[in-house]
């Protein structure tokens, strides 16, 4: 006898509508299983950082990775909130290298940004979906400390102000709210090793040092390109995977905005983190297309053994 229902159809006929959903789930299945219980250091910045639906979308990654069982860890920095600011002020603009000139009127601009901005807007984006995220600089705890970092231009020594360069990592505050099931999120400015002074950080320099602190198993680096590019500006065909010893030749070639980037990734990947990926931040919900498909997108760095 068959059982007519609501809708007319019999649970044969009747067309499942969720069934991609559960295909996709199934699809993500190995690779949670993979990443379950590992930390994973993201590096929040570009176009994400200022587009409503792309600042949404990246809390919601952050939040599923977190509820997927690994351990987010954000790093963010806050360029064009800080230029935004430093316009208002009247102060310049100035990039060497890559790398912010920061005066110490700059750095007092930079460190109110980074800390009671874009850290305190990302904490409670996050905090939207549970008691999770928590703020802090790497001021806190001792968390970042640097000495002065001087820029090379053409063989020769440039200051760039109160910019620093990492010399120690301390973990433990970070670890206590990992333990705690929170996610933290860490503003790139770091407590002095030697004159008292407060320096400005490349994000991604300090979230590849975070992840090597973190012996974390995956950085991933949001940026406003799909990757990094085969045959810049000829080709925009993206490298997927390389190893640190392919990056490092690639290195002297690339464009200044994408250097750091990509010497963070080198240095985590030789100093324990399994791999090292650049995405799309202009992708929604790029971290778990990146994390959590067979595809994935972006370039993956891997440890030259690993190729072996």
Not at 43 to 51: S, Y
Request: with cysteine; charged share 20%.
């Amino acid at each position: 006898m068959t059982v007519n229902h609501a809708d007319g159809q019999s649970p044969a006929t009747r067309k499942h509508t969720a069934l991609p959903k559960a295909r996709t789930l199934v699809e993500a299945l190995p690779w949670l299983t993979r990443h379950h219980g590992k930390t994973v250091v993201i590096k929040f910045g570009g176009n994400a950082m200022v587009d409503e639906d792309l600042k949404a979308a990246f809390a919601q990654d952050v939040v599923f990775l977190r509820h997927a069982g690994l351990h987010p860890v954000v790093v963010h920095g806050g360029g064009p909130q800080i230029n935004a600011q430093l316009d208002r002020l009247g102060l310049e603009s100035e990039f060497k290298a890559g790398l912010r000139v920061t005066s110490p009127e700059a750095m007092d601009v930079v460190r109110m940004v980074l800390a009671g901005q874009v850290q305190r807007e990302l904490v409670g984006l996050l905090n939207r979906h549970g008691p999770l995220a928590v703020g802090l600089t790497g001021e806190d705890a001792h968390t970042m400390t640097a000495v002065k970092h001087y820029a090379r231009i053409a063989g020769e020594e440039v200051d760039l102000g109160r910019v620093g360069e990492i010399t120690e990592i301390d973990t433990g505050a970070i670890r206590a709210l990992l333990d705690d099931g929170r996610i933290p999120v860490v503003s790139s400015i770091a407590r002095s090793a030697d004159d008292g002074h407060v320096y400005n950080v490349n994000a991604d320099t300090a979230a590849a040092a975070l992840a090597a602190g973190l012996g974390a198993e995956t950085l991933m680096v949001l940026t406003d390109v799909e990757g990094l590019y085969a045959d810049w500006p000829h080709s925009d065909d993206v490298i997927s995977r390389l190893t640190a010893s392919e990056l490092e030749v690639l290195l002297p070639e690339l464009a200044s905005g994408m250097v750091p980037k990509m010497e963070g990734c080198l240095y985590a990947v030789r100093n324990g983190v399994a791999t090292a990926r650049v995405i799309d931040g202009r992708v929604q919900h790029s971290i778990l297309l990146e994390i959590f498909t067979d595809e994935g997108i972006g370039t993956m760095v891997v440890p030259d053994e690993v190729a072996q």
